[in-house]
């Protein structure tokens, strides 16, 4: 008999159930807690990652460096190598880095990725803004 208080299938670190109206926590799809990790991957500094130091993207780092090419390149190969290191349930599809913003002057980076258990595809986006 499956536990009311665990989720139904592993679903990987990290686990952050939410609670609802009631307090009952909720744990979070695969697909929510695959987007919820990625979105760590990119937030977390190289150097934050408890018993992973020289995990994470550290896009905050980011928003002092050029708006150039330069940064860009480094930026998706940041994002490539360590979403692929770290987040072993998905299949990287591909990392895009687009102007926006009025003046071109944000970045939104796109990453594009399939789900191995279900092969369901997924997108997480988050716009920064460099050139501090």
Excluded: C, H
């Excluded at 799809?29 to 990625?38: A, H, K, N, P, Y």
């Excluded at 130091?53 to 360590?82: D, H, K, M, S």
């Excluded at 939104?108 to 997924?122: D, E, L, M, V």
């Amino acid at each position: 008999m499956q536990s009311p208080f665990l989720p139904g299938l592993p679903i990987g670190f990290p686990l952050l159930p939410v609670p609802d109206a009631t307090g009952t926590l909720r744990w979070p799809s695969l697909d929510q807690s695959v987007r919820q990790t990625i979105r760590a991957i990119l937030m977390t500094r190289p150097g934050e990652w408890l018993l992973q130091r020289q995990r994470g993207v550290g896009l905050g780092t980011y928003l002092q460096q050029p708006n150039g090419a330069e940064t860009r390149r480094r930026l998706r190969e940041a994002i490539t190598r360590e979403v692929g290191r770290m987040e072993t349930r998905i299949k990287l599809d591909g990392v895009e880095l687009a102007p926006s913003g009025e003046r071109g002057e944000e970045i939104t980076i796109t990453i594009r990725y399939r789900i191995k258990r279900s092969g369901a595809p997924g997108t997480v986006s988050v716009t920064i803004r460099p050139g501090g």
